[in-house]
């Protein structure tokens, strides 16, 4: 457990803090505290620079402030506790140690107590030299330097509130490292999967475009704190502080602008943006914070005006390449979408976002392969985004890895389970896998939302086909049919439908004239070919059987299942050790075929 105990010695290695801590005992409460707020920005999380950070501060509302964050550091801290107790922030807890008196420290010593509390009348001369008058008075002056608000973006709302009506709230803030460009280089993070992955992703720091004067910068930064800690209320309200004093700071109507984003408020973030751009025309994240809501609000606008601004204005903007490649992807643009995140990955190479929508793209464009080691890429960066999991899966189905497909998928409609349709996708995994059951269930929910999509009909149809439930199959199948007639996978079904209700006439006609049209590559060829000789030989039309069988293997090898071979040469009396000769060619040049 922290106590005071772990307090530095005068002879410890953190120079700077035991600088701060001397010029404490000499009454240079100013000078410890710049010295102390200097330390804070390069390590936030020193719970022994929040403890003497609360003698050095003016206020019990800030002294509260590092008591509180230096409990909420280091929840043990009894120094942190005791503080707080006396300052009214924790109720009296006589579980909390005492002081140790048996070791005397350089914190003990009597220090200038702040200005704001009222001086004591002196005491008589013996009993302050009495041992019960001094260890009451080291405890009283421990006591009352130990505290300072956890107001921050920490803390309870109880806390915060009050103090945020004041016009020029000091907040003690830690300076955010910039990452390479003038403007912020991504958007903030989707919900985090801390949950169910033990991982936690910080994103890129956000920083800012223009200087502030001094007391003026304390409130924005105070404000990014906020934003930061998704408390997006309080940091408009701290932006709202910083116009005051400065109306022209157009980053603080940006920042305000993604508050409001945050709260979907979307007409007040317009309106946040386009005073951004109005103060500075060539203020690149305005145009780019315009174009995001500019879509939500009116979708059928054209925003690539705002987003191709933005890169003009700044050719290092990373945010503004991702949300365009994003934009053109959507717009039917897969190869411009690529280029747009390959560019953004070049400027942000650690940027999860920029994978996962490169990822799309090349799903887009058929270049599957690579589209799978980019989202795992993107997967990899930031574990907590959630839509890479969707992405992941559909590049696993589209590389033919199905059964690697199916715990991305999984994750995904745990975490968005207003998705409805990405249970599309998880009904899919669940029937190539063989889990019918739970793929029927996923297509229910996927139907309830789309009842007229023919992709939703055919994974319900395939998975009461599979659980001998054919006349519902049929009736999906056909419906299948009804929303989109060009869609292959329904027709061959349906024929199998028919054929499991006994009806091999029907499945062949089915099979023959409406599905073999359809086909487009050697695959469904090669399926159409087989359960048409299945249907034939069922029918007893065993020479017509016969002729499917032999187109058929004249497939490559590679389009169908080996058993479906391997049960063609069974049919036709064939010993595939070498290249039969045929009697019906479909091609110039014979397939090679694997010995029994």
């Not at 090669?526 to 065993?542: D, N, P, Q, R, S």
């Not at 499917?548 to 391997?566: K, S």
């Given at each position: 457990?922290?106590?005071?105990?772990?307090?530095?010695e005068?002879?410890?290695?953190?120079?700077?803090?035991?600088?701060?801590?001397e010029s404490?005992?000499?009454?240079?409460?100013?000078?410890a505290?710049?010295?102390?707020?200097?330390?804070l920005?390069?390590d936030?999380?020193n719970v022994?620079?929040?403890i003497?950070?609360?003698?050095?501060v003016?206020?019990?509302k800030?002294?509260?402030?590092?008591?509180?964050?230096?409990?909420q550091?280091?929840?043990?801290?009894?120094?942190?506790?005791?503080?707080?107790?006396?300052?009214?922030g924790?109720?009296p807890d006589d579980?909390?140690?005492p002081?140790?008196?048996?070791?005397p420290r350089?914190?003990?010593?009597?220090?200038t107590?702040?200005?704001?509390?009222?001086?004591?009348?002196?005491?008589?001369?013996?009993?302050?030299r009495?041992?019960?008058g001094?260890?009451?008075?080291?405890?009283?002056?421990?006591l009352?330097?130990?505290?300072v608000a956890y107001?921050?973006f920490?803390?309870?709302?109880?806390?915060?509130?009050?103090?945020?009506?004041?016009?020029?709230?000091?907040?003690i803030?830690?300076?955010?490292?910039?990452?390479?460009s003038?403007?912020?280089?991504?958007?903030?993070?989707?919900?985090?999967?801390e949950?169910?992955?033990?991982?936690?992703y910080?994103?890129?720091?956000?920083?800012?475009?223009?200087?502030?004067?001094?007391?003026?910068?304390?409130?924005?930064?105070?404000?990014?704190?906020?934003?930061?800690?998704?408390?997006?209320?309080n940091?408009?309200?701290?932006?709202n502080v910083v116009?005051?004093?400065e109306?022209?700071a157009?980053d603080?109507?940006?920042?305000?602008?993604?508050?409001?984003?945050?709260?979907?408020?979307?007409?007040?973030?317009?309106?946040?943006?386009?005073?951004?751009?109005?103060?500075?025309?060539?203020f690149?994240p305005?145009?780019?914070?315009?174009a995001?809501?500019?879509q939500?609000?009116?979708p059928?606008?054209d925003?690539?005006?705002?987003?191709d601004n933005?890169?003009l204005?700044?050719s290092?903007?990373?945010?503004a390449?991702?949300?365009?490649g994003a934009?053109?992807?959507?717009?039917n643009d897969?190869?411009?979408?690529?280029a747009?995140?390959?560019?953004?990955l070049?400027i942000?190479p650690?940027?999860?976002?920029?994978?996962?929508?490169?990822a799309?793209?090349?799903?887009?464009?058929?270049?599957?392969?690579q589209?799978?080691?980019?989202?795992?890429?993107?997967?990899q960066?930031d574990?907590?985004?959630?839509?890479?999991y969707?992405?992941l899966?559909?590049a696993?189905?589209?590389?033919?890895?199905?059964?690697?497909?199916?715990?991305?998928?999984?994750?995904?409609?745990?975490?968005?389970?207003?998705?409805?349709?990405?249970?599309?996708?998880l009904?899919?995994?669940?029937?190539?896998?063989?889990q019918?059951q739970?793929?029927?269930d996923?297509?229910?929910q996927?139907?309830?939302a789309n009842?007229?999509?023919?992709k939703?009909?055919?994974?319900?149809?395939?998975?009461?086909?599979?659980?001998?439930?054919?006349?519902l199959?049929?009736?999906d199948?056909?419906?299948s049919?009804?929303?989109?007639?060009?869609?292959?996978?329904p027709?061959i079904?349906l024929?199998?439908?028919?054929?499991?209700?006994?009806?091999?006439?029907?499945a062949?006609?089915?099979?023959?004239?409406v599905?073999e049209?359809l086909t487009?590559?050697?695959?469904?060829?090669?399926?159409?070919y087989y359960?048409?000789a299945?249907f034939?030989?069922?029918m007893?039309?065993t020479?017509?059987?016969?002729?499917t069988?032999?187109?058929l293997?004249q497939?490559?090898?590679e389009a169908?299942p080996?058993?479906?071979?391997?049960?063609?040469?069974?049919?036709?009396?064939?010993?595939?050790?070498k290249?039969?000769?045929?009697?019906?060619?479909?091609?110039?040049?014979?397939?090679e075929?694997?010995?029994?």
């Amino acid at each position: 457990m922290a106590d005071e105990e772990s307090l530095p010695e005068e002879t410890g290695q953190n120079v700077m803090l035991q600088e701060a801590v001397e010029s404490l005992r000499k009454g240079d409460r100013a000078r410890a505290r710049d010295i102390l707020t200097r330390l804070l920005k390069t390590d936030q999380g020193n719970v022994m620079c929040w403890i003497w950070l609360s003698t050095a501060v003016d206020s019990p509302k800030e002294r509260l402030y590092c008591l509180q964050t230096a409990l909420q550091l280091d929840p043990q801290n009894a120094a942190a506790k005791r503080g707080l107790i006396v300052l009214g922030g924790l109720p009296p807890d006589d579980s909390v140690p005492p002081f140790p008196l048996n070791r005397p420290r350089m914190w003990e010593e009597k220090l200038t107590i702040p200005h704001e509390q009222k001086e004591q009348k002196k005491q008589p001369q013996a009993g302050r030299r009495s041992p019960v008058g001094r260890l009451l008075a080291i405890l009283g002056t421990i006591l009352a330097l130990l505290g300072v608000a956890y107001f921050g973006f920490l803390a309870p709302k109880a806390f915060i509130l009050p103090y945020l009506n004041r016009p020029h709230y000091i907040h003690i803030t830690i300076t955010f490292t910039p990452s390479g460009s003038r403007y912020p280089t991504g958007l903030p993070e989707p919900t985090p999967l801390e949950k169910l992955l033990n991982t936690t992703y910080t994103p890129t720091p956000l920083y800012v475009l223009t200087p502030h004067g001094s007391d003026v910068e304390i409130n924005f930064k105070s404000g990014l704190s906020f934003f930061k800690a998704h408390d997006y209320d309080n940091a408009i309200k701290m932006f709202n502080v910083v116009l005051q004093d400065e109306p022209k700071a157009v980053d603080a109507y940006y920042y305000m602008g993604e508050s409001y984003r945050m709260q979907k408020k979307y007409q007040d973030a317009h309106d946040a943006y386009q005073k951004a751009i109005n103060l500075d025309p060539d203020f690149a994240p305005g145009y780019l914070g315009r174009a995001l809501v500019t879509q939500i609000l009116y979708p059928k606008e054209d925003i690539s005006g705002d987003l191709d601004n933005a890169i003009l204005l700044d050719s290092n903007f990373a945010a503004a390449y991702i949300q365009r490649g994003a934009y053109r992807r959507n717009h039917n643009d897969p190869n411009g979408a690529i280029a747009d995140e390959q560019v953004a990955l070049g400027i942000t190479p650690d940027s999860a976002l920029a994978y996962l929508y490169l990822a799309e793209g090349q799903l887009d464009t058929g270049l599957n392969q690579q589209a799978l080691e980019s989202v795992t890429k993107a997967n990899q960066i930031d574990m907590t985004l959630v839509p890479a999991y969707l992405v992941l899966a559909q590049a696993y189905i589209a590389n033919g890895e199905i059964d690697k497909a199916t715990n991305a998928i999984q994750v995904y409609t745990t975490y968005t389970p207003d998705d409805v349709d990405a249970y599309l996708t998880l009904a899919m995994v669940y029937n190539a896998i063989g889990q019918y059951q739970p793929a029927l269930d996923a297509a229910n929910q996927y139907l309830n939302a789309n009842p007229k999509d023919a992709k939703g009909f055919y994974q319900r149809g395939f998975a009461y086909l599979n659980l001998d439930k054919a006349s519902l199959a049929e009736s999906d199948f056909k419906n299948s049919e009804l929303y989109d007639g060009t869609y292959f996978e329904p027709t061959i079904a349906l024929a199998r439908a028919y054929f499991a209700e006994n009806h091999s006439g029907t499945a062949y006609i089915q099979a023959n004239q409406v599905a073999e049209p359809l086909t487009e590559t050697d695959d469904q060829r090669a399926e159409v070919y087989y359960y048409e000789a299945i249907f034939l030989e069922k029918m007893g039309e065993t020479g017509a059987a016969n002729e499917t069988w032999h187109h058929l293997i004249q497939l490559p090898a590679e389009a169908m299942p080996e058993a479906w071979r391997n049960e063609a040469f069974v049919h036709l009396g064939i010993k595939p050790s070498k290249t039969p000769t045929l009697r019906y060619t479909l091609t110039p040049t014979p397939t090679e075929t694997p010995a029994e």
